[in-house]
């Protein structure tokens, strides 16, 4: 098995494992632990550490990747490349910082009701937008080496277990809530120690500066790029953080934790089609290149009929379930029930509008990705705030929802229109339908004293239903498939 294989099997289990990992510590663990206060503050955090690096890298990240193979050569150290990746970006971190400290005035205004608790960890954003910056560089080089296990551990279980455990120090009263903030900033950092190490166990940490690397390729085309990479990486960070920001800023930062949380109940639904995307993406470059479009198209009906199957069984289950779900969690996160309703509704649009953004991206109008997404963020942003003034975090998600669906169908239209291809049949609906009928019997069902029992009846009751109809009407060929290769091995 080749290195390729062996880190692929690896990368597998741990991001599955991070996942499950994930889900419990951000969902089921922290909020029984932190107020909503406290979970917004760190979130904020995090989020502003994102968009400091993101920035400060200007997308060399990507470039190191991209660019690597034409430096490929150990012996002579791969021509200095490791030194450039990470100095460009660290000269941009120095121009970003000057302008973060110069704009502290300005940022503490637009937070202005929560300025007295952001206040002492102004610079401790900074520090962890370092060690975010470092992590992303050390973790794309060893991503073009092909050794990608490693780093993946560390951030999908590592750091996770590490958050974890210091919020068990808060909780125990071993730690204040002060030195939580520091202990998960501080974590970050160990993280890029131990890549450092790594690097150096395995020979690749190349630290001496050579000339001869602004010989292998143009620095302008690796620069153009890299600016290309980080309007498009920031637009998805714009997308996926600002609402938590625009809250805590227009609300309190209480809000923003309530908001965040059903961010991440409402995340579970993406899961599924995250997987699914690993694979397509290569397959969807693959049909581009032998010029397949039918079987491109036929895909592209199998995998939206298979988003939407999954999707909306999913979301009937969480969604019917959210008493059982708030109930490991402090009662104040309760209020943001409406709010993952919503965001479930968004998730499950862009699952059954299916792949549409990889047949761009792959696609020789590749570039048009770029215009969707700063759409998105820009229109995002503007219906933020509108909203969130006059509806607090239920006007977030109605703004997601809103951006969400509307960049999904003119993205949606635009695959047809350029392609001739899009992804619906008349089993789209009918799932649809049946998921109503399903999640209308399990709402029939009465809410018993105990939120375990009634979420067990109400899951069987919405998996009895929905798979029954499911393989009566013969909506998912996948399905009976596979039911009836069971019902032969068992021997029925």
């Not at 030194?83 to 503490?108: E, S």
Request: charged residues 10%.
């Amino acid at each position: 098995m080749g290195i390729v294989q062996r880190q692929g099997l690896r990368n597998t289990i741990i991001s599955y494992l991070g996942l499950a990992l994930g889900f419990m510590s951000t969902t089921l663990v922290l909020p029984r632990f932190l107020e909503p206060q406290q979970l917004g503050l760190t979130n904020t955090l995090s989020s502003v550490a994102t968009l400091f690096a993101q920035v400060a890298a200007f997308g060399f990240a990507s470039v190191g990747i991209r660019f690597f193979p034409y430096f490929r050569n150990r012996e002579n150290g791969h021509y200095g490349f490791l030194p450039f990746l990470v100095g460009v970006p660290l000269v941009g971190f120095v121009v970003v910082l000057a302008l973060y400290l110069l704009g502290r005035p300005v940022l503490m205004a637009v937070y202005e009701k929560e300025a007295t608790v952001l206040a002492p960890y102004y610079l401790w954003a900074a520090v962890f937008a370092l060690f975010t910056l470092l992590y992303s560089l050390l973790d794309a080089y060893l991503k073009a080496l092909y050794h990608t296990a490693f780093s993946s551990f560390l951030q999908d279980i590592l750091l996770r277990l590490l958050i974890l455990g210091g919020a068990l120090l808060f909780a125990q009263g071993i730690l204040s809530f002060h030195g939580y903030v520091l202990w998960y900033v501080s974590v970050n950092g160990v993280l890029v120690l131990l890549l450092t190490g790594y690097l150096l166990h395995i020979g690749e940490l190349h630290w001496r500066p050579r000339r001869a690397v602004l010989a292998v390729r143009p620095v302008q085309e690796l620069l153009s790029v890299g600016a290309f990479t980080l309007l498009s990486s920031l637009a998805g960070s714009i997308i996926m953080y600002i609402d938590n920001l625009m809250v805590g800023a227009q609300v309190n930062l209480a809000a923003a934790g309530i908001y965040g949380i059903a961010f991440n109940i409402s995340t579970a639904l993406a899961i599924p089609a995250r997987s699914l995307n690993k694979i397509a993406f290569p397959l969807l470059a693959d049909y581009w290149k032998q010029q397949n479009l039918p079987g491109m198209a036929d895909f592209y009906r199998r995998t939206t009929r298979l988003n939407t199957l999954i999707g909306c069984f999913l979301a009937l289950g969480i969604g019917l379930n959210l008493d059982f779900i708030y109930s490991f969690m402090r009662a104040d996160y309760a209020q943001g029930t409406v709010v993952v309703l919503l965001l479930l509704g968004s998730r499950l649009f862009d699952g059954i509008t299916g792949v549409n953004g990889l047949i761009l991206i792959t696609s020789p109008r590749y570039r048009f990705d770029l215009i969707f997404n700063s759409s998105l963020a820009l229109l995002t942003i503007v219906l933020n705030v509108v909203l969130i003034p006059r509806l607090g975090i239920l006007g977030a998600a109605l703004a997601a929802v809103a951006a969400q669906m509307s960049i999904n169908l003119a993205r949606t239209w635009f695959v047809w229109y350029t392609f001739k291809m899009q992804p619906f049949t008349w089993r789209i609906p009918l799932i649809l339908l049946i998921t109503a009928v399903a999640g209308g019997l399990a709402w029939l069902v009465p809410t018993l004293d105990s939120p375990l029992l009634t979420m067990l009846l109400r899951s069987t009751v919405i998996t009895a239903v929905y798979s029954g109809l499911i393989l009566v009407t013969g909506t998912a060929p996948e399905v009976i498939t596979l039911f009836r290769s069971l019902k032969k091995r068992l021997g029925f």
